[in-house]
């Protein structure tokens, strides 16, 4: 069983600076590709990033030049480096890993509230 331990998240002005982290309690070095969601009242779930074992990443167009994804697999931790926020950032942010092996787990979701 994969559990995923997410922080990093909280209030933050327009323009400011979040990053979050995802901790696993497994090796990540053979799981297929981590990322991140994101759900926001009234609105259908969102991939915000991607990146996998081999270090390719995905972002939503939205997010594309302020977020940056990364990986650590020596701390089994993903990390979501998210700049110039907006208010339409505002939304609970969900870890997730997937492998092949044991298929999607997710984190239990870390808010993101950014105030105009």
């Known amino acids: 069983q994969v559990q995923l331990v997410e922080s990093g998240g909280g209030l933050v002005q327009a323009g400011g600076s979040l990053r979050l982290s995802c901790a696993a309690s497994v090796s990540i070095f053979s799981i297929n590709a981590m990322g991140w969601y994101r759900q926001a009242p009234g609105k259908q779930r969102e991939l915000v990033a991607s990146?996998?074992?081999?270090?390719?990443?995905n972002y939503a167009d939205s997010v594309k030049g302020r977020f940056t994804i990364s990986r650590d697999n020596a701390r089994n931790t993903v990390y979501l480096q998210m700049n110039s926020l907006k208010p339409d950032d505002t939304a609970v942010y969900l870890c997730?890993?997937?492998?092949?092996?044991?298929?999607?787990?997710w984190g239990q979701g870390t808010q993101v509230t950014v105030s105009s």
């Open positions: 997730y890993v997937y492998s092949m092996a044991a298929g999607t787990h």
């Open positions: 990146i996998t074992r081999g270090g390719s990443t």
